[in-house]
């Protein structure tokens, strides 16, 4: 039996036998950085055709592209409201679909006022099942449908467990921002297929980025297809206007078929994808708790 007395003959020796394991692992660790990297060109790439890109270069107008009239769910909400503004400002017509006239009565006469285009409100209880629909058939027929903008109902929204939430909560939520949203997508697109174009915007959380403590029933009754964040009354980089979102957001249409709208925004969504869901759900659960 011999014995080594020397540490640095020990550690050629060794070094000689594994020298194929650390090279194997050094092309590994390569590959892995140079895919990362191609993932990251492709995502940059990506962000400036969505978000610069048709906003730099003109285009056809928006009447041209999908339609002259635009269907509107839940008028109320801000963003809503700044699409339907957004979209008149381009001469698109509208057609506010509500349970409430009283909430978009206003709207719609500014709109017409300010920028001379044609609204209507239409009253449609989803409650009432296949009633609601006769009357939003009858105020678009005849017309060119080219958009329908669905926006998510987020009301109660202050994180609850769902153990909490009363049964009846839940059914309203899920008919509002997934039963109803998808008849309305029904009853807009037979005329958009028919026509070879049009475009359906389906407002949503940012919450269906990510799994949150207490807001699962919102999380769970997202549709997702346009992303947007929380609006606050300080405008601020990742929380605008709803007005400057709107603007944003209408210029990626026909150009990404997902979108968060907004390119801080799609920075943001880059950087959660990036932390680990574990991580992400521990962090959630710290705010909510010291919150």
Known sequence: MAAVDSFQLLYREISRSCS??????????ALYTASRAVILLRDCCTL??????????????????????AVIYGGSDPV?????????????????????????????????????????????DFSLDQAASKPIKEAMRGKDIGFLVN???????????????PEQA?????????????VMARLVLPGM??????????ISSGACCRPLPGRVTLTASTIASSGRQPFSSRPSWFAPKPEVYARHAISTLGVSN??????????????????????????ARVLVSSS
């Open 20 to 29: 194929f394991y650390f090279e194997t692992l050094a092309l590994v660790g």
């Open 80 to 124: 809503a409201r700044a699409y339907a503004e957004e979209l008149a400002r381009h001469g698109i017509s509208i057609i506010f679909v509500t349970q409430d006239h009283t909430s978009v009565r206003d709207t719609a006469a500014s709109l017409s006022q300010s920028y001379g285009v044609e609204t209507v409100v239409v009253l449609a």
């Open 48 to 69: 400036v055709r969505v978000h610069f890109l048709p906003r730099m270069i003109p285009s056809k107008r928006l009447s041209q592209r999908f339609g002259d009239w």
């Open 151 to 165: 926006c998510v109902d987020e009301s109660g929204v202050s994180p609850r467990s769902l153990i909490e939430i």
């Open 193 to 202: 297929v028919e026509r070879c174009r049009g475009a359906v915007v389906n």
């Open 258 to 283: 997902r979108t968060t709208g907004y390119w801080p925004h799609t920075l943001q969504y880059g950087l959660m994808r990036c932390i680990p869901e574990w991580i992400w759900v521990l962090g």
């Open 170 to 182: 839940l059914l309203d939520s899920v008919n509002k921002n997934v039963a109803v949203a998808t």
